[in-house]
């Protein structure tokens, strides 16, 4: 009986890493991908320590470093998080991470850099599918195509994030029940800050500067709720090509246009923004929104 418990210890230590799934794993500059994952054992990639995390469990990156040159993907639920103070890149010339979890499943993204390849077509993140997607202080630049970009029904979150030198910086193409959150998002000199195609965007807080064409734009069936916003030094800062952009309580100045309400798009305001200081402050009619 020793005998037997002894070989079945050793069978136990002779399996394969990638078969020995843990709850939390971690990357490290000085791990390898032939180790567990664990805290004493950390492998070197995140694509290595997600295939060895079970659904529901989060990779952590315990020093600054690249941890990925390529794109991986994230089909369960899962958190990747860097430990505080640490730059934990993901640098490609291709694309970053595709989400393409279950209809349960979370996804969570916090505190990674992404960084593009100007010269390349690529996105940092795509999200194909999941319940939602959370990314929590990240800092997204040139990536010329999306900085993130969502394919079919979803749900985004995205907080106290830059997104920079890009093509477009969130491109929102979610269904008509798909939902965006955006709280203290900074979208710099993209040639689009954000794009909503369809579905409902809710953005407090955040700003749109220095992007060649528009700072916000909603377009073909989407809803577009700006709550405190800053639209700075941009072609156009808000604009309404079709759909509907709602505006409350934000700053519009410097740009070439202020606002503006395009073919079908409208553009309902509180009245209480600050237009002012820009080439053209209005292009189109506003709509009044009266307060409820």
Not at 12 to 27: C, E, G, N, R, T
Not at 162 to 175: C, E, H, K, L, T
Request: aromatic residues 6%; hydrophobic residues 40%; contains cysteine.
């Amino acid at each position: 009986m020793k005998r037997v418990a002894f070989l079945s210890v050793v069978a136990a230590f002779a399996l394969p890493a990638a078969a020995l799934a843990i709850d939390q794993s971690y990357v490290s500059v000085d791990g390898r991908d032939g180790a567990p994952c664990t805290r004493v054992r950390p492998c070197r990639t995140f694509a290595r320590a997600v295939a060895a995390t079970n659904p529901g469990g989060s990779v952590v990156a315990l020093d600054s470093g690249r941890f990925a040159s390529g794109y991986f993907t994230v089909d369960k639920a899962i958190t990747i998080t860097a430990a505080p103070g640490v730059h934990a890149e993901i640098a490609t010339s291709n694309f970053g991470i595709y989400v393409n979890a279950g209809a349960d499943d979370v996804v969570v993204l916090r505190g990674l850099v992404f960084r593009g390849a100007p010269s390349t077509p690529n996105q940092a993140i795509v999200l194909n599918s999941a319940k939602a997607l959370h990314v929590e202080n990240c800092v997204i630049s040139g990536f010329p195509t999306h900085g993130i970009g969502t394919y079919g029904p979803n749900q985004l979150f995205v907080r106290d994030t830059v997104i920079r030198d890009g093509y477009i910086g969130i491109s929102f193409w979610g269904g008509a029940a798909s939902r965006l959150s955006l709280d203290r998002v900074q979208l710099e000199n993209n040639s689009y800050g954000i794009l909503v195609n369809a579905g409902s965007a809710t953005i407090r807080e955040s700003s749109a500067s220095g992007n060649t064409n528009d700072g916000f734009l909603v377009d073909y069936t989407g809803e577009m709720n700006l709550q405190g916003c800053t639209a700075s030094n941009n072609g156009t800062g808000i604009r309404a090509a079709q759909g509907i952009a709602r505006v409350s309580g934000s700053v519009v100045t410097g740009n070439g246009t202020g606002i503006a309400a395009s073919g079908p798009g409208v553009v309902a305001s509180r009245g209480d923004n600050t237009v002012a200081g820009n080439a053209t402050d209005v292009s189109g009619t506003l709509t009044a929104l009266a307060p409820q």
